[in-house]
């Protein structure tokens, strides 16, 4: 097995919903031990998300929850319990980093916030992220992804001009933050290699999510403009949008970027009368008149699946592409190709896939080789193994409810 | 030589990136990495996309530009030169990552592939950013970023209910999500470089990319056969018979725009407290009054019916209607209510914890006689901060910097390169 990247560094991920365990996910995926800190009584909210294996709700059944957490461990602890801070300290001790997405003074509350950690371990690197920040006036606003999405401007862009603001689907900024985390973990963990000393890192997912609309704040802070929502438009290339193939709801991408790729996609459609019409003559004109351009093309793509459009067009050097579902997603043979769907075996959800990183390495390729665990799948091992507990302690802990049992759960899910 | 002021002081980046990578050596830049940016002679071609600082069409003014190329030094050399490529070359020798996005092929045809690097530098990492990968079915592809969005499956869950799928208007996206994702491994490769001594060959599939970025939707296909599109202002959820699907409003019209609102109860004590909340405040005001005994934990979004719904939502939401925005926020963030103003980018520079926050960076662009407002910090380090190294670079801005003062060449060689078009 080739050697993998963050082989013994140890983890303990306080994190739950999207942000936080995507971090130590791909950390585990190159690699490192990772612990999941879960209770029975306050549950990470995505194992109570759909979808769940056969429509059947349950703490260990839910695909959302494992496609953010596979190559974990995971242990059942009452962290409010007075107890528990014999099995953290010894946690902390073992660890070299610690991760949580709790709302800001949680941890705090728990005696696990890094100043309360760095005492029993000076050495650690520990992040923080939340939807807004640690501190500021709105740092206890609580919402979904939705509410961040709203806020970050997403919603108000997504859509058409006349239109009104959309819902995005996914929480987007949950996409775009853990990688920002990821990437100082690494740096970090360097770090203290030279020098010795822990770290701190401190994340807003709104911040995070906006460095991706940057052009934008500028363009309003320089100009005063104010982007609206403008359908598949684009700035300069035209034709530019998302046309109908024959199906149901099928849809193909269009974009035409110089004359070159124009004159292609007129041969494609048999060069008819209309494209040598003088009101699509030109850059400009094809601009002025993009509503019956776009209407023009449609009525060619019509007659054509989104993958025959897309073979034709990227044949003759234009770039098109099927709108893709998620189901066009598992058959794609690109995403085969790169074995972006990554076949796992889960004791209850049974055969399912996960995706892989975007990127590959070429001399240390990450590995998928666990599903995520189900809720206090692996307390034997770490309590007894890695953190030294007799039988006989983990028995008290049990009866004592410092280990969470399913007794513990609620119990509608 | 090692800057212990941020986190990659140490690390070289030579970035030859077209528009699809630029945001890679953005990001390794400002975490402190030396990252320079090698543009062919005459500049990189994104240089003419807009929006423009005064809206004037400028390679040196292009507000794209500026906010994807912060913390670079600039250069311009033309690689597909015999002189040009062994210049590359000695600076490959300095360097610890190269950055591209070429199409798969183009470096291999010019001499300079992951092993012909490897040959000048044997722990070299290199990092090519592609729309779908460097080998594979589609490899040889184009792709711009709506074709990126609608193949990587986020373009579908967009959109309004009836309506075709749309992209984000705030683009280009998939190309960030590519140049992100590029840093990742750019910066894991590194770590294992430091650690053990060995490169290696990153390859970024922009599609994967975008992929990674669509939450649930692929495990809802693959239990429950759902495709998820865009529903617009609704959130539909798919019940079991005989309640069939139910659809609630969630962007509800407010006096001066929109806001996200979440409405409801049930097993959610966070969406009790928040709608009574909500229900209390508009009561204080005189509105919304037939809701005052309403008990949201007996609220069901199984079993109630559309008609139900719809009441309850339209009744509050004439309560909205009379408050702005900003008067909602406040209000949902002292009452615990769930509820967002969709905010428009103005709404954005404005937004208050962001300022208490210190989020805004302000950016000294000389030549413009002005200081710009950037995005800041996407994680806060005390030791190591974050922070922007200098102004995206002019066109061959550090020619001297890189080619006479590093490299040794006199100007006369310099004037000579540049007229013969190799820088």
């Given at each position: 097995?080739?050697?993998?990247i963050?082989?013994?560094?140890?983890?303990i991920?306080?994190?739950?919903a999207?942000?936080g365990?995507?971090?130590s996910?791909e950390?585990?995926e190159?690699g490192?031990?990772?612990i999941?800190?879960?209770?029975?009584?306050?549950?990470c909210?995505?194992?109570?998300y759909?979808?769940?294996?056969?429509g059947?709700?349950?703490?260990d059944r839910?695909?959302f929850f494992?496609?953010n957490?596979?190559?974990?461990?995971?242990?059942s602890l009452?962290l409010?319990?007075p107890k528990s801070?014999?099995?953290t300290?010894?946690l902390i001790q073992?660890t070299?980093?610690?991760?949580e997405?709790?709302t800001p003074?949680?941890?705090?509350?728990?005696?696990l916030?890094?100043e309360s950690c760095?005492?029993?371990?000076?050495?650690i690197v520990?992040?923080?992220?939340c939807?807004?920040?640690?501190y500021?006036?709105?740092r206890?606003?609580?919402?979904y992804?939705?509410?961040v999405n709203?806020?970050?401007?997403l919603?108000?862009?997504t859509?058409?001009a006349?239109?009104?603001p959309?819902?995005?689907?996914p929480?987007?900024s949950?996409f775009i933050?853990?990688w920002y985390v990821l990437i100082?973990l690494a740096g970090?963990l360097?770090?203290?290699?030279?020098?010795g000393e822990g770290m701190?890192i401190e994340q807003s997912?709104f911040?995070a999510?906006l460095t991706f609309?940057?052009?934008?704040?500028?363009d309003?802070?320089?100009?005063g403009?104010?982007?609206?929502?403008?359908?598949?438009r684009?700035?300069?290339?035209?034709?530019?949008g998302?046309?109908?193939?024959?199906?149901?709801?099928?849809w193909?991408?269009?974009?035409?970027?110089?004359?070159?790729?124009w004159h292609?996609?007129?041969?494609?459609m048999?060069?008819?009368?209309?494209t040598?019409?003088?009101?699509?003559?030109?850059?400009?004109?094809?601009k002025?008149?993009e509503?019956?351009?776009?209407?023009?093309i449609?009525e060619?793509t019509r007659?054509?699946?989104?993958?025959?459009?897309?073979?034709m067009?990227?044949?003759?050097?234009?770039?098109a592409?099927?709108?893709e579902?998620?189901?066009?997603?598992?058959n794609d043979?690109?995403?085969?190709?790169?074995?972006?769907f990554?076949k796992?075996?889960h004791?209850?959800i049974g055969?399912h896939?996960?995706?892989?990183?975007a990127?590959?390495?070429s001399?240390?390729p990450?590995e998928i080789?666990?599903?995520?665990?189900c809720?206090?799948?692996?307390?034997?091992?770490i309590?007894r193994?890695?953190l030294?507990?007799s039988?006989?302690?983990?028995?008290?802990?049990i009866?004592?409810?410092v280990?969470?049992t399913e007794?513990d759960?609620p119990?509608?899910? | 030589m090692?800057d212990?002021?941020?986190l990659?002081?140490g690390c070289?980046?030579?970035?030859l990136?077209d528009v699809?990578?630029h945001l890679?050596?953005?990001v390794?830049?400002?975490?402190?990495?030396?990252?320079?940016?090698i543009e062919p002679?005459g500049?990189?071609?994104?240089?003419n996309?807009?929006?423009?600082y005064?809206n004037?069409a400028?390679?040196e003014?292009?507000?794209?530009?500026?906010?994807?190329?912060?913390?670079?030094r600039g250069i311009?050399l033309?690689?597909?030169?015999p002189?040009?490529?062994?210049?590359?070359?000695?600076?490959?020798?300095?360097?610890d990552?190269?950055v591209?996005s070429?199409p798969?092929?183009y470096?291999d045809?010019l001499g300079l592939s992951?092993?012909?690097?490897?040959?000048v530098?044997?722990?070299i990492?290199?990092?090519?950013i592609t729309?779908f990968?460097?080998?594979?079915?589609y490899?040889?592809?184009q792709?711009t970023?709506?074709?990126?969005?609608?193949m990587?499956?986020l373009?579908?869950?967009l959109?309004?209910?009836?309506?075709?799928?749309?992209?984000?208007s705030?683009d280009?996206?998939a190309y960030?999500?590519?140049?992100?994702?590029?840093?990742?491994?750019s910066?894991m490769?590194?770590y294992?470089r430091?650690m053990?001594?060995?490169?290696?060959?990153?390859d970024?599939s922009?599609?994967?990319?975008?992929?990674?970025a669509i939450q649930?939707?692929p495990?809802?296909?693959e239990?429950m056969?759902?495709n998820?599109v865009g529903t617009g202002?609704f959130f539909?959820?798919v019940r079991?018979q005989?309640?069939g699907?139910l659809?609630?409003r969630m962007?509800?019209?407010?006096e001066?725009?929109y806001?996200a609102?979440?409405?409801?109860?049930?097993?959610?004590?966070?969406?009790?407290v928040?709608?009574?909340?909500?229900?209390?405040?508009a009561?204080?005001?005189?509105?919304?009054l037939?809701?005052?005994?309403?008990?949201f934990?007996?609220?069901?979004?199984a079993t109630?019916?559309?008609?139900?719904?719809d009441?309850?939502?339209g009744t509050?939401g004439?309560?909205?209607?009379?408050?702005?925005?900003?008067?909602?926020?406040?209000e949902a963030v002292k009452r615990?209510?769930?509820?967002?103003?969709?905010?428009n980018?103005?709404?954005i520079?404005?937004?208050?914890?962001?300022e208490?926050r210190?989020?805004?960076?302000?950016?000294e662009?000389p030549e413009?006689?002005e200081?710009i407002?950037?995005p800041?910090?996407?994680v806060?380090m005390a030791?190591t901060?974050?922070r922007?190294?200098?102004?995206a670079?002019?066109i061959?801005?550090h020619?001297q910097?890189i080619y006479?003062?590093?490299?040794?060449?006199?100007?006369?060689e310099?004037?000579?390169?540049?007229?013969?078009g190799?820088i």
């Amino acid at each position: 097995m080739a050697k993998q990247i963050f082989e013994g560094i140890k983890v303990i991920d306080f994190t739950w919903a999207a942000t936080g365990p995507q971090v130590s996910r791909e950390l585990a995926e190159h690699g490192a031990t990772v612990i999941r800190v879960e209770s029975h009584k306050r549950l990470c909210p995505l194992r109570t998300y759909p979808p769940f294996r056969d429509g059947i709700p349950g703490v260990d059944r839910s695909a959302f929850f494992t496609k953010n957490n596979t190559n974990k461990y995971s242990i059942s602890l009452d962290l409010t319990h007075p107890k528990s801070r014999e099995v953290t300290r010894r946690l902390i001790q073992w660890t070299d980093i610690i991760g949580e997405s709790m709302t800001p003074g949680s941890m705090a509350r728990l005696g696990l916030d890094y100043e309360s950690c760095s005492k029993i371990n000076p050495k650690i690197v520990y992040f923080s992220t939340c939807q807004q920040g640690q501190y500021g006036p709105h740092r206890d606003f609580g919402g979904y992804g939705y509410h961040v999405n709203a806020v970050a401007g997403l919603s108000a862009c997504t859509g058409w001009a006349d239109g009104e603001p959309t819902m995005v689907f996914p929480a987007y900024s949950d996409f775009i933050a853990p990688w920002y985390v990821l990437i100082a973990l690494a740096g970090a963990l360097l770090r203290r290699r030279e020098t010795g000393e822990g770290m701190y890192i401190e994340q807003s997912q709104f911040e995070a999510g906006l460095t991706f609309v940057a052009p934008h704040i500028l363009d309003f802070v320089v100009n005063g403009h104010k982007l609206t929502r403008n359908g598949n438009r684009d700035r300069y290339m035209c034709p530019h949008g998302i046309y109908p193939c024959i199906g149901q709801d099928r849809w193909v991408a269009i974009t035409v970027a110089d004359d070159y790729q124009w004159h292609q996609l007129c041969e494609m459609m048999g060069n008819p009368p209309w494209t040598f019409e003088q009101r699509f003559d030109g850059i400009l004109n094809r601009k002025q008149n993009e509503e019956d351009l776009d209407q023009k093309i449609g009525e060619w793509t019509r007659d054509f699946t989104a993958e025959q459009v897309m073979t034709m067009l990227q044949e003759a050097g234009v770039p098109a592409g099927v709108v893709e579902t998620a189901e066009d997603l598992f058959n794609d043979p690109q995403l085969k190709f790169r074995q972006q769907f990554r076949k796992l075996d889960h004791p209850v959800i049974g055969p399912h896939t996960c995706q892989a990183p975007a990127y590959t390495l070429s001399e240390t390729p990450c590995e998928i080789a666990r599903p995520a665990p189900c809720l206090g799948e692996h307390n034997e091992y770490i309590y007894r193994d890695i953190l030294g507990f007799s039988d006989d302690e983990i028995a008290d802990f049990i009866v004592e409810g410092v280990i969470t049992t399913e007794a513990d759960a609620p119990t509608k899910v | 030589m090692k800057d212990s002021k941020t986190l990659l002081g140490g690390c070289r980046v030579l970035d030859l990136t077209d528009v699809k990578g630029h945001l890679c050596g953005k990001v390794l830049g400002d975490y402190g990495a030396d990252v320079i940016k090698i543009e062919p002679s005459g500049g990189d071609t994104a240089r003419n996309i807009g929006p423009f600082y005064q809206n004037v069409a400028d390679p040196e003014k292009s507000l794209s530009w500026f906010s994807s190329n912060t913390s670079k030094r600039g250069i311009t050399l033309n690689i597909e030169t015999p002189a040009g490529k062994d210049l590359f070359l000695r600076l490959v020798k300095s360097a610890d990552i190269v950055v591209e996005s070429f199409p798969p092929g183009y470096l291999d045809n010019l001499g300079l592939s992951y092993s012909d690097l490897r040959a000048v530098k044997s722990d070299i990492i290199m990092t090519s950013i592609t729309p779908f990968g460097q080998e594979g079915p589609y490899a040889h592809y184009q792709a711009t970023d709506l074709v990126g969005v609608s193949m990587g499956g986020l373009a579908r869950l967009l959109g309004d209910l009836g309506r075709p799928p749309v992209r984000m208007s705030c683009d280009p996206q998939a190309y960030m999500h590519a140049g992100l994702h590029g840093a990742v491994g750019s910066m894991m490769a590194y770590y294992h470089r430091e650690m053990t001594g060995e490169g290696q060959h990153v390859d970024v599939s922009m599609q994967a990319a975008v992929l990674l970025a669509i939450q649930h939707a692929p495990e809802l296909w693959e239990l429950m056969k759902v495709n998820v599109v865009g529903t617009g202002q609704f959130f539909i959820s798919v019940r079991p018979q005989p309640h069939g699907l139910l659809s609630s409003r969630m962007i509800m019209p407010c006096e001066d725009g929109y806001v996200a609102c979440t409405f409801g109860g049930g097993a959610s004590m966070g969406q009790v407290v928040s709608s009574k909340a909500l229900v209390d405040w508009a009561n204080e005001e005189g509105m919304a009054l037939e809701l005052k005994d309403y008990d949201f934990t007996q609220w069901d979004g199984a079993t109630i019916t559309q008609e139900e719904q719809d009441h309850i939502y339209g009744t509050v939401g004439e309560f909205l209607k009379t408050k702005t925005k900003a008067e909602l926020y406040e209000e949902a963030v002292k009452r615990s209510i769930m509820l967002a103003p969709c905010n428009n980018i103005e709404d954005i520079t404005k937004n208050v914890q962001l300022e208490a926050r210190d989020f805004w960076e302000q950016v000294e662009h000389p030549e413009l006689g002005e200081t710009i407002t950037y995005p800041g910090a996407p994680v806060k380090m005390a030791q190591t901060p974050w922070r922007i190294g200098c102004r995206a670079p002019l066109i061959g801005e550090h020619n001297q910097e890189i080619y006479v003062d590093e490299l040794r060449l006199t100007m006369e060689e310099v004037g000579i390169l540049q007229a013969n078009g190799v820088i």
